[in-house]
């Protein structure tokens, strides 16, 4: 299978962006994410050489922490990646296909970003095999991984397809359902822990299908923002702002049915929600919902489009530490001197692998882009 | 001593032990029953509890909770000492992704840590908050040269030493086990034998005869959060 120009850049063209990337013409993100990625590097070894306890802020009242969330913060963009490419392809055709291999690219490498914060966070990451030697089918946390294994499979015959013009409905549909399927599966992940009633939820793979869809759609309207503005061509937005209205608009529903089934109820472990009530609202509904979708309401430009998507992918970012870690916001069984609420706040080496994992994403698709390894699907139709 | 039928309560949980070992695995049934009448919220099961498993810093596989109940002034205290559950039906071996933990014949649930790969996953879905991480604290601060930090514990029977993060149980999920080390070698648990009130019952349900068997066929016995179908195999006697 040809390597150059379907996974990786043309080899002149790499070899000419890297004499340029040595003369400080790389571009700014480009030195910016390797900066990013050395600090995270440095993050990721002192995890795995000093140990959790040295290095982490998670423990058993706070099982799951930072990394967590970024990992399903990256699996869900991932995944709204590929329900956009799935809606842009079934009702944008000509207007969205330009950017098909741009977004599916991001699709499989956020999905990459998410497993390495995952693989930070795990105990003994070296016994990753025993998910194939020793399953245990009763486990979202099992079905989860051979979805995401199918999913990154799809999202890369998808690719391949995409870049050599071999594109077929087939795939389209399964590279839609797959990821679906995994989604959902993450969600049920956390939606059928009955002893966390924060996460305890049928509504919760729905949520996170919708969020994923948000942010994924989010970040593939900065690239078609910044695509529009250097070809001039101001369609390219169009199926971005839409897609992200309605995403905007179904989370909305779901965050608001999510946080009134909350609040009503009396059921121990559900005062968390009534605890986190204003910033449920005016921060997970106001500011990460209701403002961008205004921002696109009155502003459906390239510079609305960025400050909408921007703002999602940061609030959306917040919100799914808020989720993960609110969850034991109310100790399950308090003892000795255990405060009424726990609190948590991620220590440094934990923001690193965050670090780590954006600047990854950022580094490997502007030197794609730098280098023109979407060019060739871009400019054929498939 | 607490004394039942002119005998100390302890020799006769002994001696159905005994009897219990006697049988195959899977016809026993390990359970514990705690009175909390009895229970003066003295806490050594649980210090009998760390130093038998040398549980690192903020693991206690058997904490001891202070209830307050009532309004004044008509107030008390009750003390609810919480082993793992042990439960039938549990929500932990379910969640596992590589069946690290499971449930054996005899009705324990147990840990393999040489298959717990840290996703602790478990410890959300416990109900009873029974399990713990072990991230490698250390009381000392730091281990080396302090041997009782990575002595070998002898949980499950076999040689665990908190050597370093790269070794279990470091990165594992830790419980209670009903010291099935010592159970196996004809021993009661340790938090029943320095429980200074004799509150602490362990033994075979499957036997009709032992002592734990007639306890907790009384009306005045519940099982901690029932409601959730975990089928918990500690009864608290009221």
New interface residues.
């Given amino acids: 299978m040809k390597l150059f120009g379907v996974f990786v850049p043309e080899k002149d063209r790499l070899l000419s962006y890297f004499s340029q990337f040595k003369q400080g013409k790389g571009g700014l993100t480009v030195y910016l994410a390797i900066i990013g990625l050395i600090l995270g590097g440095f993050g990721f070894g002192s995890i795995f050489i000093l140990g959790h306890g040295h290095t982490i802020n998670t423990s058993s009242l706070v099982p799951w922490g930072l990394q967590i969330s970024t990992y399903v913060y990256f699996a869900l963009v991932s995944g709204g990646c590929i329900f956009t490419n799935f809606l842009g392809n079934m009702f944008f055709h000509e207007k969205y296909k330009t950017l098909a291999s741009r977004v599916i690219f991001m699709g499989l490498i956020t999905a990459i970003a998410g497993f390495a914060s995952l693989a930070s966070e795990l105990g003994h990451i070296e016994r990753m095999y025993l998910f194939m030697l020793s399953p245990n089918p009763t486990s979202p946390m099992f079905w989860m991984s051979v979805w995401y294994t199918a999913d990154i499979t799809i999202l890369l015959v998808e690719y391949i397809n995409i870049q050599r013009n071999n594109h077929s409905k087939a795939m389209l549909y399964a590279s839609f359902v797959i990821p679906v399927i995994t989604y959902c599966s993450l969600g049920s992940l956390f939606g059928a822990v009955g002893t966390m009633p924060y996460y305890y939820s049928s509504l919760l793979p729905i949520y996170f299908l919708f969020s994923g869809f948000l942010s994924g759609n989010a970040l593939c309207g900065i690239i078609a923002a910044f695509q529009s503005k250097a070809s001039g061509n101001l369609r390219l937005i169009k199926p971005f702002v839409r897609l992200q209205k309605i995403a905007l608009a179904s989370v909305f529903v779901l965050t608001f049915c999510r946080v009134i089934i909350g609040i009503s109820s009396n059921l121990s472990g559900y005062e968390v929600f009534r605890e986190t009530f204003f910033q449920n609202v005016v921060f997970g509904i106001g500011g990460a919902l209701v403002v961008p979708f205004m921002i696109l309401m009155y502003k459906r430009t390239v510079g609305g489009l960025i400050l909408s998507s921007v703002l999602v992918l940061v609030t959306q970012f917040v919100a799914r530490l808020d989720l993960v870690v609110e969850g034991f916001r109310v100790p399950v069984f308090r003892v000795y001197d255990m405060p009424e609420r726990i609190s948590y706040f991620p220590s440094i080496f934990e923001i690193l692998v965050v670090l780590a994992s954006v600047s990854l994403v950022a580094l490997v698709y502007v030197v794609c882009e730098k280098t023109g390894l979407f060019e060739i699907a871009g400019k054929e139709t498939h | 001593m607490s004394i039942i039928e002119d005998k100390d309560i302890l020799e006769i949980m002994l001696t159905d032990l005994q009897r219990a070992l006697k049988k195959p695995r899977k016809e026993r049934r390990w359970a514990m029953a705690i009175d909390l009448k009895k229970c003066i919220g003295c806490h050594a099961c649980t210090t009998g509890c760390m130093s038998e498993n040398l549980t690192p810093p903020?693991?206690?596989y058997r904490?001891?909770?202070?209830e307050e109940l009532g309004e004044y002034p008509n107030t008390g205290m009750r003390f609810l000492p919480?082993p793992c559950m042990q439960c039938d039906a549990p929500?932990c071996t379910?969640?596992?992704?590589?069946?690290?933990t499971y449930k054996r014949d005899d009705g324990l649930v147990v840990i393999d840590y040489e298959?717990?790969?840290?996703?602790?996953?478990c410890?959300?879905?416990?109900?009873?908050?029974?399990?713990?991480?072990?991230?490698?604290?250390y009381y000392t601060g730091d281990f080396r040269g302090k041997t009782y930090e990575v002595e070998n514990s002898g949980e499950y029977g076999k040689n665990y030493r908190r050597r370093?993060?790269w070794h279990?149980p470091?990165?594992?999920a830790r419980k209670c086990h009903f010291c099935i080390h010592r159970v196996e070698k004809g021993e009661l648990t340790r938090c029943t034998t320095t429980c200074l009130a004799s509150a602490t019952y362990f033994g075979d349900i499957n036997d009709p005869q032992a002592l734990i068997t007639r306890l907790i066929s009384k009306p005045n016995v519940f099982r901690y959060k029932e409601e959730?179908g975990t089928k918990p195999m500690v009864y608290y006697i009221t």
Avoid: M
Wanted: charged content about 20%.
């Fill in positions: 903020e693991i206690h904490p001891v909770k202070e919480r929500s379910q969640v596992c992704p590589v069946t690290a298959k717990c790969i840290g996703c602790r996953y410890l959300v879905a416990c109900p009873y908050a029974a399990r713990s991480a072990d991230v490698g604290h370093s993060h279990s470091i990165g594992n959730l």
